[in-house]
């Protein structure tokens, strides 16, 4: 704690520079530390970036400014930029270089609804009913780019052979852009993929995490009035009701790794109208495909029963589903020794007093920032509960994945709290140091073909044959609300 608080001091003295000097640089490698020599020089461009996204602020499928800042970005820096791509008009592929290897970085800029917030430390919404970067997106679009810039200089000046893709990948919060993208086939081109997500911790990540499917379910009755002739109905609730009912009652009787979870977006308007429609939004995960298709089997048991019961007719959508992450341990390994030699990441005694006021109203202990970098972990028996659409390239080309301290410890994910720490000091170092590590390591796979090719030895053991299959139907188009503005 003393040793960062004298070190903010020089920092503080240093001005603006302190944004450059947050990461200490121990790289020996003379093409790597151009390239975070490059980051630096482009601090100021990748705030003004993940500012502006923060400001737009825009959900899953609307991301219309944040996608075409990217772009236009990436073309003005040489990049050939294909819009529009997998029938999501907020996706996109920037390009650079030709040939073997073809190395991908992921980048997501989507808000959450509801969220807005200032980068305050206490809570202050910005906008009544607007949205925020509750996740960090906008941190992780700027540091994603900033890895493509940096590596696409050192690439030119250095004549490093291949190919580099930037992903603008949409909507992960909600529908899961990369679904329709790897379905498009868009990743099958990639040698290895890279990416990362602001987090309160920093580590290589090495936990698959969760499968997951998404299903709705529609119930249809008939209606009657509640009181006068309720014989006459059949109540598309009382079939949601025994279908939730079912479903808790399955509980009991699933694996502990399993997780089920429901609302019910739709059970009628008033008292005494028997409902006629009801709908159950439900997801099931568990640590594997296979895991999650064995419950999925029995909901739609469930389902079934619950029709026949009530007299009520059902259909079932299945929206997506989402594997879980295939690890790839040699890349991992790669990551975690850039990581090891570009971090830890120092703050300011300013920036540690701020994630404290957070930390205090949020009433979680005042830790303030976690600087240290995790050791490269074995993977645990039970991960952490939750999914992501970034499993879905993982079976597609061996990927790596990076969590980055940008937030104040302890601090409750998709809340204000990261809003406000996504457009701060805090929510930058931690983007300059993705950047980093990731255009580092992006420099390691393209300079060593023996690296990709244990990389690709092990991507192909772990698969055991397997080829990916999408989740959702070859004709499923995806909710796109509005079209790109002309
Ligand atoms: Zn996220």
Redesign the pocket.
Known sequence: MHKIIRLAVVMIICGLTMINLSVSQTMDDPVKKEALRTIDQKAQLLIDVSDKIWEYAEIALMEYQSSELLEEVLEKEGFRVEKDVADLPTAFVATFGSGNPVIGILA?YDALPGLSQDSTPFKKVLEEEGNGQG???NL?GAGSLGAALALKQVMEKHAIQGTLKLYGCPA??DVGGKLYMARAGLFDDLDACLAW??DYETSVDVDSGQAVDDLRVEFFGKTAHAAFDPWMGNSALDAAETMTFGVNLLREHVKPSVRIHYVITDGGKVPNIVPEYAKVWIWVRDLDRDGVKAVVERVEKIVEGAAIATGTTHKIHYEGSYHEMLINRKGSEIMQKNLEKIGPITYTEEEILYAQKIQKEAGIDEKGMVVNIEKLKEPEKYPEGGS?DVAEVSWITPTIHLSITCAPHGIP??SWAVVASSKHPIGYKGMFLAAKVMAATALDLLRSPDVLEEMKKEFDEKRKGYTYKSGISPDQKPPVRIKRKS
């Open positions: 997501e996740c960090g997106h992780f992960e919060e997500h602001p992501t994910w998709h």
